[in-house]
């Protein structure tokens, strides 16, 4: 079965250095993979997707990075700050049915100390 | 700007009784989809619709049952209900039924089952 990993359940930085965060997967070849930023009791906010023909997106302080050889993508925030502070999900499309749904890994959740 | 709203926010049953879950998706958007959340868990497909229509089913226990009505508002029927049910249970939309694009999530329903 398809299965999708991230490396730590949490992360603890300080503010202005560059948090890394890594999702793993096996069992399967996205064509896209995701990255949603998630607040306790709070829905999952979409913050960037990249396809497998892409090796690097960025989007402000963010970059995710996709090696489809590695199975691995790496999604960092630059320069961060405590309002980064939250869980953040890494979700890979699998097309099981007629149409792609996402699987989640079970996220890092990212402290970011002043 | 609209956002994907779910009721009730909170829900307390009892064990064996019936739930139901609303959703109104962002005007526009014609594909819903369900997940549920256990604590420390990451969100878990149950089941998705297009156009009225179940478009792809996840772990969806056979308890549960979902539609899409006319106006594009979906609703989740829960039945003898289980203390392993209590969760989040996040609703999210998209404008096409294409995957790639980020789903919109909503801001959740808490079920807690006695």
């Known amino acids: 079965s398809q299965k999708i990993e991230q490396n730590s359940e949490a992360l603890n930085i300080q503010e202005g250095k560059t948090a890394t965060l890594t999702c793993n997967y096996t069992?399967?070849?996205?064509?896209?993979l995701q990255w949603y930023r998630q607040d306790p009791g709070r829905g999952p906010v979409f913050l960037l997707l990249?396809?497998?023909?892409?090796k690097e997106k960025r989007k402000e302080r963010l970059k995710v990075t996709f090696d489809t050889t590695l199975k691995q993508s790496l999604f960092h925030i630059t320069a961060s700050q405590p309002a980064d502070s939250a869980t953040y999900l890494c979700?890979?499309?699998?097309?099981?049915?007629?149409?792609?749904?996402?699987?989640f890994g079970k996220g890092t959740k990212l402290s970011v100390k002043p | 700007a609209a956002g994907v709203i779910q009721s009730p926010r909170h829900l307390i049953k009892e064990k064996r009784e019936t739930a139901t879950l609303k959703c109104y998706p962002i005007p526009r958007h014609d594909t819903v989809y369900w997940y549920q959340q256990g604590p420390g868990q990451d969100p878990q497909f149950l089941i998705s619709?297009?156009?009225?229509?179940?478009?792809d089913k996840g772990s969806i226990p056979d308890r549960f049952s979902a539609q899409q009505f006319s106006d594009y508002h979906s609703e989740l029927n829960m039945s003898s209900l289980e203390l392993g049910d209590s969760a989040l249970y996040f609703c999210?939309?998209?404008?096409?039924?294409?995957?790639?694009?980020?789903?919109?999530f909503g801001p959740g329903t808490r079920l807690t089952v006695l």
């Open positions: 979700a890979l499309v699998y097309y099981g049915g007629s149409q792609g749904n996402l699987i």
């Open positions: 990249i396809r497998e023909n892409e």
């Open positions: 619709f297009y156009e009225k229509m179940q478009s």
């Open positions: 999210a939309s998209s404008p096409t039924r294409a995957t790639y694009n980020e789903q919109f």
């Open positions: 069992n399967y070849s996205p064509a896209y």
